[in-house]
């Protein structure tokens, strides 16, 4: 927040800001569930001096810092749900679909922009059989508005197997992320005076990751007798 000056290189310098607003917002959510297993919701939100990064260019120098964006208004309804499709093959999933509205003073420009977004991912575990068990994850979003910013659209498949060893008492997971290399992060700077610009990155985002695990002690098959209240349980639900 501090009005420091940090170089990115001889062309982006990173600032703070002192002259930073609070920021208000108003939420509202409608859910509805079905059975645990599927959720879907719908909400609106509008806020009111958020803080988001913003650009400017003076003599060719680009300055980044937070700024207040005056209003943004937020339209979204998502789905998520759990189903077994058969004994050995599970999916996982979550979708979304909003509309971003941001209006505001920036320096000497009027920052009116808006776009509708989509984002989602889906979890596919399988159950091999033998203690095996595979998972193929994929996710994906859309372009997105966000404030000055267009961020581009990605994806990333990662996939897992995990053996059970040790009489079930230990597993060993492989899990392989971004294997097809396609995470990454680009995009474009709106409202710049009488400039166009945009950012091209390639992230570090390919991993392999080997895990192990072991459980120990024994299940207590005991069950727990019951001297609380109803309150007593909700409070102790509250706390968690």
Same mark, same amino acid.
């Given at each position: 927040m501090n009005p420091f000056i940090?170089?990115?290189?001889?062309?982006?310098?990173?600032?703070?800001n002192p002259?930073?607003?609070p920021t208000y917002s108003n939420n509202f959510s409608l859910t509805y569930s079905y059975k645990n297993?599927?959720?879907t919701s719908l909400n609106y939100s509008k806020t009111l001096d958020g803080i988001n990064e913003t650009l400017e260019i003076k003599e060719g120098i680009y300055y980044s810092r937070p700024g207040n964006i005056a209003t943004n208004h937020t339209l979204s309804i998502s789905v998520d749900g759990a189903f077994n499709i058969s004994k050995w093959l599970?999916?996982?999933s979550y979708f979304e679909v909003g509309h971003q509205i941001f209006r505001s003073p920036l320096y000497t420009e009027i920052l009116n922009t808006s776009g509708t977004y989509c984002a989602g991912n889906i979890n596919t575990s399988f159950q091999l059989g033998k203690g095996w068990i595979a998972d193929l994850r994929g996710d994906y979003q859309s372009d997105v508005v966000y404030a000055q910013? $267009?961020?581009?659209? /990605?994806? #990333?498949?990662?996939i897992g197997v995990q053996k059970k060893i040790l009489k079930d008492k230990g597993s060993l997971k492989l899990? $392989?992320?971004?294997? /097809?290399? #396609?995470?990454r992060a680009d995009g474009i700077?709106?409202?710049?005076?009488?400039?166009?610009?945009?950012?091209?990155?390639?992230?570090?985002t390919r991993s392999a990751t080997i895990a192990f695990s072991y459980r120990f002690g024994k299940a207590d098959s005991k069950k727990t007798r019951y001297t609380g209240s109803g309150s007593d349980t909700e409070q102790k639900r509250v706390k968690s």
């Open positions: 940090l170089p990115l290189d001889k062309f982006t310098f990173y600032s703070g002259d930073l607003l297993n599927f959720n599970g999916v996982n910013l $267009l961020i581009k659209s /990605f994806g #990333t498949i990662n899990n $392989l992320n971004d294997i /097809f290399y #396609t995470r700077i709106n409202n710049l005076k009488n400039t166009d610009a945009d950012w091209n990155s390639r992230l570090d």
